[in-house]
C-alpha cells in the first residue's frame, strides 16, 4: 500500500465530536471565570469575550471553603490506595496467570459480584467494621475500603496481561538462581508496565471519585474529600455557581494533568490485556 | 498421582500466598457484606445503631414490607429504565468514538485522550456540572432550547416529575461511553491488520469491512463491556443523588437510592438490607441470561 496523506478529514470530525463530548467541561470552566452578573444571565455568551473573564470566583471559594485541605486529603487516599491495591491485584492476577488453583474458576464470577452490590450497601459493613475498630473518622479506614473496590477489576486485568509474558523468561531467570517472587519482581513486573500503568489509573480514578465511603466513614469536615466537599456546596440556600464551578476546576485539574498523561498506558495496556 | 511433589507442594503454597491479600480483600468487600446485608435483612425493626440490630428479633417482615410495596416495583422500573436509556446511547457513543479512533489522524492521541476525559471525572462531579447546565432559569440547556425555538418556556429539568429521569441519564451517558470507547479501541486494535487488507482486497465495502472483520472481532469484549457498564449503572448512586436525591416524588428513585434512603434516611436497615437482595438478584438474573457470551470471555 502506498503511505496515506494525513489525514485531516478525520481530525476535523474528531475535533467536531471532542467539542461535542466536552461541552460539559467547558461550560464549567466559562462559568468558573465568568463574573456572577454574567453567569447569572438570561442569555449567556456561549463563548464570552476576553476581557470579561476573572478569577474572582477562585478567590472566593478559596477563602470560604477548607478546598487545599480536602484535596490534599484526596490525594493521600488516592495514592495509598492505588498503591496498596496496585501491589494486590499484581501478586494475585500474576499467581492467577501463573498456576491452576481452584480460585481460577472464581475470578470472573467474583468480578461481576463486586459490581452487583451498590455503594450505598456495600458501605453498611465498611461502616459496621469502621465503628467497632474506632476508625470512623480516619482517613486510613477511607483508603483501605477504596482499595478493596479496586482489587477485583486490577487482578483481572493483570492476569490477562502477565498472560501475555512468555514464562520462558522467569524459567531462565530461576535457573540463574532467582527464587520465583524474585522472578516475578526482576523480570515480569518491568515487562508489564503498561500493564501496571493502565491499572493504576483506573484505580486512581476509582478511589478520587469515590464518594459513598468518604460520606459515610468520615464525619469530621477537615478530613472530608474533595466529592464531600463539593456535594456540600448543593445544599446551600442560592447555589454560587461560579465558585462551584471554580471548586470543580480545581478539584479536576490534578486527575486530568495525571489522566492526559498517563492515558496512552490506559490503551496500549488494555490491548496488550485483551490479546490472548 | 497420589502425591504432589515437594516442588509441586511448593509452587502451590507458593501460588495461594500470592493470591492471600486479595482473597482477603474480597471476602472483605463482597462475602462478608453480603452476608451481613442477608443476615440484617431477616432483622425487624428500626434502629440508629447498626450494631444493636443483630439483637432484634429475626422474621420476614421486612421482606413482606418492601416486596408488598408499589414503591419498591416502581423503584424496579425506575431503575430499568435507567439503566437501558444510559446503556444503548452509551454503547453507540462509544462504538462511534472507538472507530473513529481506530483510525489514524493527525492529533488522534490527543484527541482520544479529550474523548476518554469524562471517565475520569468522579460521578458527585458530573452531576453538579449538569445540575448547572439544566438550571431552570440560568442553565444554558434552556437557553439553547430558548434560542432555537424548540422550547417557548423554561424547563425545570430536575424538580419536574416527567423530565427529572431523563436529566439524570444524560449525565449517567456522559459519564458511561468512554468506557465503551475504551474497551471496544483496545479491542479493535488487536484486530490483525491483514485482515482488514486482505477484505479490501476482496471489494468489500466500509459496512462489510464493519460486519465481518470488525464486530467478530469486538463482540466478546463488547458484551462483557455491556454486562459491567449495565452492573454499574444499575448500581450507581453519586450521579442521582447529588442531583435530585430520588426525587422529585421518588421519579428518580432507583433501587440503589431507595435503599440509603431506607438505611441512612429512615434508619430501617433491614429493609435496606432487603432492597439490596432485590438487587442481587436482579443482577444475577441479567448476567445468567448473559453467562454463554461472558463464558468466553472469563473463563477461559
Excluded at chain 1, 34 to 54: I, K, N, Y
Excluded at chain 2, 13 to 35: E, S, T
Aim: aromatic fraction near 12%; include cysteine; charge should be positive.
Amino acid at each position: 500500500m502506498t503511505p496515506r496523506r494525513p489525514r485531516y478529514a478525520l481530525t476535523a470530525v474528531a475535533v467536531a465530536l471532542a467539542v461535542v463530548l466536552l461541552f460539559p467541561l467547558y461550560w464549567m470552566i466559562v462559568t468558573a471565570v465568568s463574573p456572577t452578573a454574567d453567569v447569572l444571565s438570561r442569555e449567556p455568551a456561549l463563548v464570552p469575550a476576553w476581557s470579561r473573564l476573572d478569577g474572582a470566583a477562585f478567590a472566593t471559594v478559596l477563602a470560604r471553603k477548607p478546598l487545599l485541605t480536602w484535596l490534599a486529603n484526596s490525594v493521600a487516599v488516592t495514592l495509598g490506595a492505588t498503591a496498596l491495591s496496585l501491589v494486590i491485584a499484581a501478586l494475585a492476577g500474576y499467581s492467577l496467570s501463573r498456576f491452576r488453583t481452584p480460585l481460577q474458576q472464581w475470578t470472573g464470577f467474583t468480578l461481576l459480584l463486586t459490581k452487583m452490590l451498590p455503594g450505598s450497601l456495600i458501605v453498611i459493613p465498611f461502616f459496621i467494621m469502621a465503628s467497632t475498630f474506632h476508625l470512623i473518622d480516619s482517613l486510613f479506614a477511607l483508603m483501605l475500603a477504596n482499595a478493596a473496590v479496586g482489587v477485583p477489576f486490577a487482578t483481572w486485568l493483570l492476569k490477562g496481561f502477565f498472560d501475555g509474558i512468555p514464562r520462558e523468561l522467569e524459567q531462565a531467570a530461576m535457573l540463574d538462581g532467582c527464587d520465583h517472587l524474585g522472578a516475578f519482581v526482576r523480570i515480569v513486573v518491568p515487562l508489564a508496565r503498561p500493564g501496571l500503568a493502565a491499572c493504576a489509573i483506573y484505580l486512581a480514578i476509582l478511589s478520587w471519585s469515590d464518594f459513598v465511603f468518604a460520606r459515610t466513614l468520615i464525619n469530621d469536615q477537615s478530613r472530608w474529600t474533595i466529592t464531600t466537599g463539593l456535594v456540600s456546596f448543593i445544599g446551600e440556600h442560592g447555589v454560587d455557581w461560579p465558585a462551584l464551578m471554580a471548586a470543580g476546576v480545581i478539584s479536576l485539574a490534578p486527575m486530568v494533568v495525571l489522566f492526559v498523561l498517563l492515558e496512552p498506558f490506559l490503551v496500549s495496556g488494555m490491548t496488550a490485556g485483551s490479546q490472548r | 498421582m497420589r502425591r504432589a511433589s515437594p516442588l509441586a507442594r511448593a509452587e502451590r503454597r507458593f501460588a495461594y500466598a500470592l493470591l492471600a491479600p486479595a482473597v482477603i480483600a474480597v471476602a472483605g468487600l463482597i462475602a462478608w457484606p453480603m452476608y451481613l446485608i442477608v443476615s440484617i435483612s431477616f432483622r425487624e425493626g428500626r434502629s440508629l445503631n447498626f450494631l444493636a440490630l443483630r439483637s432484634r428479633p429475626l422474621g420476614l417482615g421486612n421482606y413482606r414490607v418492601v416486596l408488598g410495596d408499589p414503591a419498591t416495583w416502581h423503584s424496579v422500573l425506575v431503575s430499568l429504565v435507567y439503566t437501558a436509556g444510559t446503556l444503548a446511547p452509551a454503547f453507540l457513543i462509544g462504538l462511534a468514538t472507538a472507530l473513529l479512533l481506530n483510525q489514524s489522524f493527525p492529533l488522534r492521541r490527543w484527541l482520544r485522550s479529550a474523548m476518554l476525559l469524562p471517565w475520569a471525572v468522579p460521578g458527585v462531579m458530573v452531576s453538579v456540572v449538569f445540575l448547572w447546565m439544566f438550571d431552570a432559569s440560568f442553565g444554558v440547556v434552556n437557553y439553547l432550547l430558548r434560542v432555537t425555538g424548540i422550547a417557548t418556556s423554561d424547563i425545570a429539568w430536575y424538580s419536574t416529575e416527567s423530565t427529572a429521569l431523563f436529566a439524570v441519564i444524560v449525565p449517567t451517558i456522559w459519564k458511561a461511553y468512554p468506557f465503551f470507547t475504551l474497551t471496544l479501541l483496545a479491542a479493535m486494535q488487536s484486530i490483525p491488520g491483514h485482515l482488514y487488507e486482505a477484505a479490501e482486497v476482496d471489494g468489500a465495502t466500509a459496512w462489510q469491512r464493519f460486519a465481518n472483520v470488525t464486530w467478530p472481532g469486538i463482540r466478546g469484549p463488547a458484551v462483557l463491556a455491556l454486562v459491567l457498564n449495565g452492573l454499574w449503572t444499575f448500581r450507581e448512586f453519586d450521579i442521582i443523588y447529588a442531583a435530585t436525591g430520588g426525587g422529585p416524588a421518588k421519579a428518580t428513585e432507583t433501587l440503589g437510592l431507595r435503599a440509603y434512603n431506607e438505611a441512612f434516611g429512615y434508619f430501617y436497615m433491614g429493609r435496606a438490607a432487603v432492597i439490596g437482595v432485590l438487587m442481587l438478584a436482579l443482577a444475577l438474573c441479567a448476567v445468567l441470561l448473559a453467562r454463554r457470551a461472558l463464558r468466553k470471555e472469563f473463563f477461559r
